[in-house]
């Protein structure tokens, strides 16, 4: 019944670094569909101390983050043919990366607002979800670190890295894969 949609919405959704974006554009190329980009790089999901600033600014960035991301999916604007859209992104692993960025002190608020934005939202119909692995991420910083002028692949990791390239930036990945996958499997 998913996959039988008049215009279906696959949504490709991973960690920075999981290969989403390349993966999505293959799927769109193959079955003509309609490709939808990650407007903005999701932030390291690590609380940098150059984003120390105060919660109410923080939180209003994820805000914008969020409309920019809702934008394309919004039902209003929705297309009705037949090839579909394939996203290189999923709404709802916006949500969970500031979950684990925002204090706890303005995660409701933004909580409260992310619910608006997305009830006027195509969810996706398919979620392909892609897990990377400890050392492949490790990898692909390190690729990143020297490639970011001759090569956009993996440019999902530049924001990481400049929030936090090391241990702690991986660790915080793995956290956010682990949130995405266990919402996927058990609801939310």
């Given at each position: 019944e998913n996959i039988s949609q008049r215009h279906l919405?696959?949504?490709v959704a991973g960690v920075p670094g999981s290969g989403a974006a390349e993966v999505a554009a293959a799927v769109a190329d193959v079955t003509?569909?309609?490709l939808l980009h990650a407007p903005t790089a999701l932030p390291g999901c690590v609380r940098a101390a150059a984003h120390q600033s105060e919660p109410t600014a923080a939180n209003r960035g994820w805000r914008e983050r969020v409309e920019a991301y809702a934008a394309p999916l919004r039902e209003s604007q929705w297309p009705d043919d037949p090839h579909g859209t394939v996203a290189?992104?999923?709404?709802?692993?916006?949500r969970l990366a500031a979950d684990a960025w925002l204090p706890p002190e303005e995660?409701?608020?933004f909580l409260s607002a992310f619910h608006?934005?997305?009830?006027?939202?195509?969810?996706?119909?398919?979620?392909?979800?892609?897990?990377?692995?400890?050392q492949?991420?490790?990898?692909?910083?390190?690729?990143?670190?020297?490639?970011?002028?001759s090569s956009d692949v993996f440019a999902d990791l530049v924001a990481t890295q400049a929030a936090d390239g090391g241990e702690r930036g991986v660790a915080a990945l793995l956290a956010l894969?682990?949130?995405?996958?266990?919402c996927l499997l058990h609801g939310g």
């Open positions: 919405h696959v949504a003509l569909a309609r290189d992104y999923w709404l709802e692993g916006v995660r409701e608020s608006q934005v997305s009830r006027e939202t195509v969810c996706p119909h398919v979620v392909l979800f892609l897990e990377v692995r400890q492949t991420l490790v990898e692909r910083m390190a690729y990143r670190s020297h490639a970011t002028d894969q682990e949130a995405m996958s266990d």
